[in-house]
């Protein structure tokens, strides 16, 4: 029988902050920083590397499509609503009479300071509209 190759040394200078990182984690682990070192120059230098690297990167840009697909039909929500909104108002609010015109603009401004204060209520506790309507709704519903 052969006897296992010993290991060989090598000393390597660490910025601080790396140190830190590497007795962390070999703390949280239980194993000395050697063998964490020689852990990671191994999956470093292995073949495989690249594909974890990429595979890592994949998952990465998977979480970001699906984080900017929710965003699109987010931001497509508040357009419709918007646009709904308008519609309906520009179809239903006649013009008013100057004299009568001030005043609304007068209560038009307190009632536009309560809607943001209630606005501001609803955005800091909420749930959002967003989490109320159903992601499956079909252009048909």
Do not use: C
């Not at 419709?80 to 015109?101: D, K, N, Y």
Request: proline share 6%; charged share 30%.
């Amino acid at each position: 029988m052969s006897k296992p190759a010993r290991k060989q040394r090598l000393s390597v200078y660490l910025d601080p902050a790396v140190m830190n990182r590497l007795a962390d984690h070999a703390a949280r682990r239980d194993q000395s920083r050697s063998l964490i070192a020689e852990a990671a120059i191994e999956s470093f230098l292995s073949p495989d590397a690249a594909e974890r690297q990429e595979a890592a990167i994949t998952k990465r840009l998977d979480q970001f499509d699906r984080r900017m697909v929710r965003l699109e039909r987010d931001v497509g929500i508040s357009v419709e609503m918007l646009a709904v909104f308008v519609r309906f108002w520009l179809a239903t609010t006649p013009a008013l009479p100057e004299p009568v015109a001030q005043t609304a603009r007068a209560k038009a401004t307190e009632r536009y300071g309560a809607f943001v204060t209630a606005l501001g209520r609803r955005l800091a506790k909420g749930p959002k509209l967003r989490q109320e309507i159903a992601e499956d709704v079909g252009p048909d519903e």
